[in-house]
């Protein structure tokens, strides 16, 4: 079993709807990084988060420390948020990532 | 301010080879880390460094090294290519490592033949 784990592994939705990414844990972390990765490959960090909720525009991300659990939220989703989402824990010294969630947006 | 750079961005090599890579980070930035990522096995980390220092290194084999300079610029060499070796090698930077935001820069597509 992955140390990091994502649900779903691939999302389709229409413009418009609202999109719920999770990533569960099963290690002690410092930090839990959610990732974008446009195809082409280059990475963006969207957030970096050690307890509560941080929002961003139309991003949100929230993480419970007790239940080892973190959700990417994307309210108003547009074709320009397809992309695959990346979960990253870091945990004694090193990064742990999950397999990603391909997440497209249909106009 | 200038992102991440790293060059070459594209690589072919042959088996045996070795090969160098290199990443500059953001100015100010301390910390560089670096990431293979392959279609089978997805991001792994390969290592971290701070100050001029290793502070970790993933579970790679001893052919993967790496170093940083007092610049903070780090390089990373493969040595004896092998055909499995063939990924996108990504390098980060952060203020002082993981616990903190990262910046990715555009990554090395290495290509081993």
């Known amino acids: 079993k992955n140390e990091v784990e994502q649900s779903p592994q691939n999302l389709t939705a229409q413009e418009g709807e609202f999109i719920t990414i999770n990533c569960s844990y099963s290690?002690?972390?410092?930090?839990l990084h959610w990732l974008q990765q446009h195809p082409g490959g280059g990475i963006v960090s969207l957030f970096m988060?050690?307890?509560g909720k941080k929002k961003h525009g139309r991003l949100i991300a929230t993480i419970n420390i007790q239940e080892k659990h973190s959700s990417l939220h994307i309210t108003a989703s547009h074709p320009r948020d397809s992309a695959v989402y990346i979960c990253?824990?870091?945990?004694?010294?090193?990064?742990?990532f999950g397999a990603g969630t391909r997440l497209t947006v249909k106009p | 301010k200038a992102g991440v750079t790293q060059t070459p961005r594209y690589l072919i090599k042959t088996r045996g080879q070795q090969v160098t890579l290199s990443c500059s980070p953001i100015?100010?930035?301390?910390?560089v880390s670096w990431y293979q990522q392959t279609p089978g096995q997805g991001l792994q980390f390969l290592f971290e460094?701070?100050?001029?220092?290793?502070?970790n290194k993933g579970n790679f084999p001893g052919r993967f090294s790496g170093r940083q300079f007092s610049n903070s610029r780090s390089e990373m060499n493969v040595s004896t290519l092998e055909l499995g070796d063939s990924a996108l090698y990504l390098c980060?930077?952060?203020?002082?490592?993981?616990?903190?935001?990262?910046?990715f820069g555009p990554g090395t597509r290495l290509t081993v033949t």
């Open positions: 980060a930077s952060s203020w002082v490592g993981g616990s903190y935001e990262q910046y």
């Open positions: 290690v002690g972390i410092s930090a």
């Open positions: 988060l050690s307890s």
């Open positions: 990253a824990v870091r945990s004694n010294n090193d990064m742990r």
């Open positions: 100015s100010g930035h301390r910390s």
């Open positions: 460094y701070f100050s001029e220092t290793q502070r």
